[in-house]
């Protein structure tokens, strides 16, 4: 276990200094994974295996999230299936009370891992398609045989009686294909699936051209989410977000900015959301040497957005500013260069042109595949993952 150094202050005289409570905990437990989608949303300098937190000091990221009052933890990556010491660390989230939610690409984890998985207190599982049909998805996914892994596991999640969300990940590509997806989503016995515009961080940023969907193609798939949701009322929940290059106004990201989540990468930082790292100039303290709580209370990453008081015009004083909180911050900095801007979806925005621009530039070019931090492709890496 790493060394840690421990503060006084309590969890309950934090309760009483910050009125934010964080609710969800994203536990990136590696970088490693299998696949190499072009709309990977980890940093394009991935952590390496040596630095990874081990399962010790997990589970005391675990406790200290639950006296925080986080309620669950998201047990993601990369591929969460690289860790060898998996079971372990979903053991001690459940130890620590909190609702176990593991995020996986379907790829590299067999059925006897998931049987010990059920039994270490697993609640739920979240599997990603890349598409309905298997050599789109499989070619999506930068790795042959993929499409037919994700069916087989999400088959044994539903036979071991696991609760199991379908994620589709939407763009260029395959938003023809929503409500076939749904079909499919159905058919595995899911109970929710979620339909998620590709967001432009990380390696989707590096393929925007070739993943921006045409504004018609949105308009129909925001209809057809419609006529499903009817359609399967009752069967199967359907969660959908649009794409922000194509909204009116922005999303609340992450619930605000260090306001109610907090993100753990491999090697122990904490951030206030997943893509922060962006952001030049912030400050990032690790579970290493600061307890969960003192991070969120006092690291200058968590403080450096949070509430009103960094909001310039039109945000501070526009009638939206408690319910969208400015937008967000690292796309706000992808775009213009200030972190601290309106985000440009926002039709407000000074900057909207920008997003105008960029959401008729969409192009048939070929992906740009994210790699390991090893520099090999990702698909070579499958034996580290299911032989052993």
């Not at 929503?178 to 940023?205: C, D, F, K, N, T």
């Not at 407000?348 to 530039?361: E, G, R, T, Y």
Request: charge should be neutral; include cysteine.
């Amino acid at each position: 276990m790493q060394e840690f150094v421990g503060v006084a202050m309590s969890v309950e005289v934090r309760q009483h200094r910050n009125t934010y409570q964080p609710l969800g905990l994203l536990a990136e437990l590696t970088h490693r994974c299998p696949l190499g989608c072009p709309y990977c949303s980890n940093p394009l300098h991935l952590d390496q295996r040596a630095g990874e937190l081990d399962a010790a000091t997990w589970a005391r990221v675990f406790h200290e999230a639950a006296a925080l009052g986080v309620l669950q933890v998201h047990l993601s990556g990369g591929e969460p299936g690289a860790r060898r010491d998996l079971v372990e660390i979903t053991a001690a989230a459940h130890a620590a009370g909190l609702y176990g939610n593991l995020i996986t690409s379907g790829v590299g984890i067999s059925a006897s891992t998931l049987g010990k998985l059920v039994e270490a207190g697993l609640d739920h599982v979240q599997i990603s398609v890349q598409d309905s049909g298997a050599d789109s998805a499989d070619t999506i996914a930068g790795y042959k045989g993929a499409f037919a892994r994700k069916n087989t596991l999400a088959n044994e999640v539903v036979r071991l009686g696991l609760l199991l969300t379908i994620n589709v990940v939407v763009h260029r590509a395959n938003i023809e294909r929503i409500p076939a997806m749904v079909e499919l989503a159905l058919s595995l016995g899911a109970s929710r699936v979620e339909i998620a515009h590709v967001q432009y961080y990380g390696w989707a940023l590096e393929n925007r051209a070739a993943l921006m969907p045409e504004r018609e193609q949105v308009t129909r798939a925001a209809a057809q989410v419609e006529e499903l949701r009817r359609l399967h009322h009752g069967r199967i929940v359907i969660d959908a977000v649009v794409p922000d290059y194509y909204a009116r106004y922005p999303k609340p990201c992450v619930g605000g900015w260090g306001r109610r989540s907090l993100n753990v990468t491999p090697s122990g930082k904490v951030l206030p959301c997943h893509a922060a790292e962006i952001i030049p100039g912030l400050e990032f303290w690790n579970v290493k040497q600061h307890a969960l709580a003192d991070i969120w209370e006092n690291s200058p990453a968590f403080r450096a957005f949070r509430g009103v008081d960094w909001m310039g015009e039109p945000c501070a004083s526009c009638p939206r500013r408690d319910i969208d909180f400015g937008g967000c911050r690292c796309q706000a900095f992808a775009l213009t260069g200030d972190a601290t801007a309106t985000d440009p979806v926002c039709h407000l925005s000074p900057h909207h042109d920008v997003v105008a621009k960029l959401a008729i530039a969409g192009a048939d070019v070929p992906y740009v595949y994210r790699r390991l931090a090893s520099g090999r492709p990702s698909s070579t890496a499958i034996a580290e993952i299911t032989t052993r």
